[in-house]
């Protein structure tokens, strides 16, 4: 069974910083490109930033110098930090599991709030 389990959201202050994590199981983690996207009500999903099997990186024009996407294959993590955040930012972010070596596999983890306000 697939899991990708995302955590490290919350309420911060504008100008603060968090750090998102997504533990992924169930897959072989080394295959896959992951991404965070995010999302907030009546409005399309986005990407905000993606990490390749091999780990080259891309990131929202809107987050570039704000956020890092990283991985580390040995946990089977990605990570999102996110620094000098801001009331934009708020949304629910979720992780997404895209496998790149063999067959075509997609998969979503169940989001995790970040809030951004004084």
């Known amino acids: 069974q697939v899991q990708l389990v995302e955590s490290g959201g919350g309420l911060v202050q504008p100008g603060g910083s968090l750090r998102l994590s997504c533990a992924a199981s169930?897959?072989?983690?080394?295959?896959?490109?992951m991404a965070w996207y995010r999302q907030v009500p009546g409005k399309q999903r986005e990407l905000v930033a993606a990490i390749t099997s091999r780990g080259s990186t891309n990131c929202a024009d809107s987050v570039k110098e704000r956020f890092t996407i990283s991985r580390d294959n040995a946990k089977n993590t990605v990570y999102l930090q996110m620094n000098s955040l801001n009331p934009e930012d708020t949304a629910v972010y979720y992780c997404?599991?895209?496998?790149?070596?063999?067959?075509?596999?997609?998969?979503w983890g169940q989001g995790t709030q970040v809030t951004v306000s004084s």
């Open positions: 997404n599991a895209d496998r790149e070596v063999g067959p075509k596999r997609n998969f």
């Open positions: 169930g897959i072989i983690f080394r295959f896959y490109a």
